[in-house]
């Protein structure tokens, strides 16, 4: 079975300032994906990053990127120059390939951009 | 090309009434994916769908749920006789490939009175 952990329920982080959100995730499986997905107030779920598992590199796009260390199963967000629209959910999720067919997320974490 | 669409946005039902959810597709996309909300929860996967097939129902609760994906129109997620448990968002989520990205709706959220 997968398991998706998000261990922090709520951050805050001062605009333009940077933040890191935790994720750590349980697996036996060798080949998969990792996203982070954003869901603001309106509920949208916003496609924020994503990581091959098979990949090395840590993704990155634009003020945000990822530390994924395969090994210890972990993939942490980390967003630069905080705005207010970043205020939101952010979750974790992850999907077999060639054999997966749903997302696992993890339980979100809650950040809040301060003016 | 338009995104996933989901309606209603909201749905309010009295306990024992019936709730249909509409979900289509992002064009060119045959997977569809049905998740749960659960208020201060992330979301749980209820059913995975092909063009008039079920692949994985095994985050469906056995009893007064179905969804089906017919040949033509949308996805419909249905729950009968709903009980106050049953107040979530409702996302629906679409891909080309079953491994692919999936893309999400906006959600409808379905309160039960």
């Known amino acids: 079975a997968q398991t998706v952990t998000q261990s922090q329920p709520e951050m805050s982080v001062q605009e333009a300032e940077t933040v890191t959100l935790s994720c750590t995730y349980d697996?036996?499986?060798?080949?998969?994906?990792l996203f982070w997905y954003k869901q603001p107030p309106s509920r949208q779920m916003i496609l924020v990053i994503r990581?091959?598992?098979?990949?090395?590199q840590n993704a990155t796009e634009n003020r945000f990127s990822v530390n994924f260390q395969k090994a210890a199963k972990s993939f942490s967000l980390k967003i630069s120059d905080s705005q207010l629209g970043d205020t939101a959910m952010y979750f974790c999720?992850?999907?077999?390939?060639?054999?997966?067919?749903?997302?696992?997320f993890g339980t979100g974490t809650s950040l809040t951009v301060i003016p | 090309n338009a995104g996933v669409m989901q309606n209603p946005r909201h749905l309010v039902r009295r306990r024992g009434q019936e709730a249909r959810l509409r979900c289509s597709p992002m064009?060119?996309?045959?997977?569809v994916y049905w998740y749960r909300q659960l208020p201060e929860e992330g979301l749980k996967f209820m059913v995975y769908?092909?063009?008039?097939?079920?692949?994985?129902e095994s985050g469906m609760p056995k009893e007064r749920f179905s969804a089906e994906f017919p040949k033509e129109g949308p996805s419909i997620l249905r729950i009968q006789q709903v009980v106050r448990g049953d107040s979530a968002a409702y996302f629906c989520?679409?891909?080309?490939?079953?491994?692919?990205?999936?893309?999400f709706g906006p959600g409808t959220r379905l309160t039960v009175t």
């Open positions: 989520a679409s891909s080309p490939q079953s491994t692919d990205e999936q893309y």
């Open positions: 697996t036996s499986e060798n080949n998969y994906y």
């Open positions: 990581q091959e598992a098979y990949k090395q």
């Open positions: 999720a992850f999907i077999k390939i060639f054999t997966g067919n749903q997302f696992y």
């Open positions: 064009k060119g996309h045959s997977h």
């Open positions: 769908l092909q063009k008039e097939n079920i692949i994985d």
